[in-house]
């Protein structure tokens, strides 16, 4: 079975400093990872995804992540905020062809203070 | 934009009733995806149909069902509603999956609330 660990439901930064969501995953065969993104009311935007092809994905927007599989982690990352990252965070797995399910974790709730 | 389409937007109802809910994929995907986000269970997902057939099944209840049609537009239908069905619905859909897993493209959902 696979499964995401997000830590820290909520993450406050201040506009301009680095961004840090944290993801760690469980999966039995080398997973696919996603990070998608949440803006109120709407629903749910893809920002990158890990296909194994490199381990530093950049994705939309100027977030990146970096698959480290000793760590089993994908953690978001953008070096200055803006504002308008304010949103909720998931980060999900899935186990590829055949079982293309996502399976998410409880995301991370981002603020930007100016 | 991400393509996918949902109705209705807002569906209020009562205890007891039926509802459906529809989902028109993007152009050229054969797989739709529906997933269920609540404030307690967070999201999860219940089934994919792929080309017109189920695929995959996850924490869908008995009291759920759903189905794709020919034009590969799908609806969710939930039935016996209870309160605990309130939550926001959503579509995703994806090509084909040819060995690296296509991305799923999610519509805007359906906010569900039972009264």
């Known amino acids: 079975a696979q499964s995401v660990t997000q830590l820290g439901s909520h993450v406050s930064v201040s506009e301009g400093a680095l961004v840090l969501l944290r993801c760690n995953y469980s999966s039995s065969v080398p997973p696919y990872l996603f990070w998608y993104v949440q803006y109120p009311n709407q629903g749910l935007q893809l920002l990158l995804k890990?296909?194994?092809?490199?381990?530093l994905v950049k994705g939309i927007n100027g977030f990146e992540a970096e698959f480290k599989k000793s760590e089993t982690s994908f953690h978001l990352t953008k070096p200055s905020a803006h504002m308008s990252d304010a949103a909720e965070y998931f980060c999900?797995?899935?186990?590829?062809?055949?079982?293309?399910?996502?399976?998410f974790g409880t995301g991370t709730r981002l603020t930007i203070i100016p | 934009d991400s393509g996918v389409t949902q109705t209705p937007k807002h569906l209020i109802t009562a205890t007891g009733q039926r509802v459906t809910l529809r989902c028109s994929p993007r152009s050229g995907d054969l797989s739709v995806y529906w997933y269920q986000q609540s404030l307690d269970q967070g999201l999860q997902f219940l089934i994919q149909y792929y080309n017109g057939e189920e695929r995959a099944k996850g924490n869908i209840l008995e009291r759920f069902s759903a189905q794709q049609f020919p034009d590969l537009h799908s609806e969710l239908n939930l039935s016996s509603l209870e309160l605990g069905d309130s939550a926001l619905y959503f579509c995703?859909?994806?090509?084909?999956?040819?060995?690296?897993?296509?991305?799923?493209?999610f519509g805007p959902g359906t906010r569900l609330t039972v009264l």
């Open positions: 999900a797995v899935s186990e590829g062809f055949g079982n293309e399910k996502l399976t």
């Open positions: 890990y296909t194994s092809a490199a381990t």
């Open positions: 995703a859909s994806s090509k084909p999956a040819g060995g690296i897993t296509d991305t799923q493209y």
